[in-house]
């Protein structure tokens, strides 16, 4: 499948084909497939995880050029803790050197860095480095590269219950003030706007426990494509497509 794709040839989509008026706000990335293009060459796991961070930096560009307001990637899930101890550790060193080596470009482009996940789990250096870079990049006012570490929608969603239900015996919320709007602030994502796209890598077409109450309306863009081979012309057409598509959240289109 992959291999038939390659030789397709993509048609090419340029920063001019774009609306720029009608971009997503939000666009979310199940950034997958590490592990398949490694093992295609030959190569460990890990590899794939490395090769992987540099799309990271050519998206992140791309996405910051044409006004993307937030862009999360799901960079480990809570369920990826059943994998080898070695590939943990070393997936776990990833953001740090990410953010050593692309800090600088961070802070000229403007980009803010944030955690969306349940830190109490992770290792002392990865905690400590991102929230480094959320404080270094605190007062930049673009594009926000939300890093989803230890995330896992079911989780977040039994977590805001807990907080909503302390609330309610703490007298801060009241019963009848729970609505989906009072939910989505329990939410780790209360400070974003729902995800208008949702792009998958590696043709797996399913959520794998990411944002299951806010992809509710999201459109859903999948691509053979491996994580380390997607690139800033697979991203706009991504963009491209969505800009196609008629979202009616239930209604009737205008
Ligand atoms: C995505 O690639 C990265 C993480 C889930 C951490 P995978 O490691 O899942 O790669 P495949 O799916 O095994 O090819
Ligand atoms: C989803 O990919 C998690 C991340 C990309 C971080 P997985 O590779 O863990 O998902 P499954 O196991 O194929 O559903
Ligand atoms: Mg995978």
């Given at each position: 499948?992959?291999?038939?794709?390659?030789?397709?040839?993509?048609?090419?989509?340029?920063?001019?084909?774009?609306?720029?008026?009608?971009?997503?706000?939000?666009?979310?990335?199940?950034?997958?497939?590490?592990?398949?293009?490694?093992?295609?060459?030959?190569?460990?796991?890990?590899?794939?995880?490395?090769?992987?961070?540099?799309?990271?930096?050519?998206?992140?560009?791309?996405?910051?050029?044409?006004?993307?307001?937030?862009?999360?990637?799901?960079?480990?899930?809570?369920?990826?803790?059943?994998?080898?101890?070695?590939?943990?550790?070393?997936?776990?060193?990833?953001?740090?050197?990410?953010?050593?080596?692309?800090?600088?470009?961070?802070?000229?482009?403007?980009?803010?860095?944030?955690?969306?996940?349940?830190?109490?789990?992770?290792?002392?250096?990865?905690?400590?480095?991102?929230?480094?870079?959320?404080?270094?990049?605190?007062?930049?006012?673009?594009?926000?590269?939300?890093?989803?570490?230890?995330?896992?929608?079911?989780?977040?969603?039994?977590?805001?219950?807990k907080n909503i239900l302390n609330d309610v015996i703490n007298g801060k919320l009241e019963q009848d003030e729970i609505n989906e709007t009072t939910f989505n602030n329990y939410l780790l994502t209360k400070d974003y706007p729902e995800p208008d796209l949702l792009i998958r890598t590696s043709g797996e077409q399913r959520i794998s426990n990411f944002l299951l109450w806010q992809l509710a309306y999201s459109e859903l863009w999948f691509t053979?494509?491996?994580?380390?081979?997607?690139?800033?012309?697979?991203?706009?057409?991504?963009?491209?497509?969505?800009?196609?598509?008629?979202?009616?959240?239930?209604?009737?289109?205008?």
């Amino acid at each position: 499948m992959f291999s038939k794709y390659k030789e397709k040839r993509v048609e090419k989509i340029a920063i001019s084909d774009i609306d720029l008026s009608n971009v997503p706000k939000h666009v979310a990335i199940i950034m997958d497939g590490n592990g398949r293009w490694a093992k295609n060459r030959g190569l460990p796991r890990v590899a794939g995880h490395k090769a992987g961070v540099q799309t990271i930096k050519k998206i992140a560009n791309i996405a910051s050029n044409i006004g993307i307001e937030v862009l999360t990637l799901f960079a480990f899930s809570t369920e990826n803790w059943k994998r080898p101890e070695k590939e943990v550790k070393f997936l776990m060193e990833l953001p740090q050197q990410f953010l050593l080596d692309y800090m600088e470009e961070l802070m000229e482009k403007n980009v803010q860095v944030k955690l969306m996940g349940f830190d109490k789990q992770l290792p002392d250096n990865t905690l400590n480095a991102v929230r480094e870079a959320e404080e270094r990049t605190k007062n930049n006012t673009g594009l926000i590269l939300n890093f989803a570490l230890n995330y896992g929608s079911r989780a977040e969603i039994v977590n805001a219950t807990k907080n909503i239900l302390n609330d309610v015996i703490n007298g801060k919320l009241e019963q009848d003030e729970i609505n989906e709007t009072t939910f989505n602030n329990y939410l780790l994502t209360k400070d974003y706007p729902e995800p208008d796209l949702l792009i998958r890598t590696s043709g797996e077409q399913r959520i794998s426990n990411f944002l299951l109450w806010q992809l509710a309306y999201s459109e859903l863009w999948f691509t053979p494509v491996y994580w380390p081979d997607f690139n800033e012309q697979l991203f706009l057409m991504a963009i491209y497509d969505y800009q196609k598509r008629g979202r009616r959240f239930g209604g009737l289109e205008e």
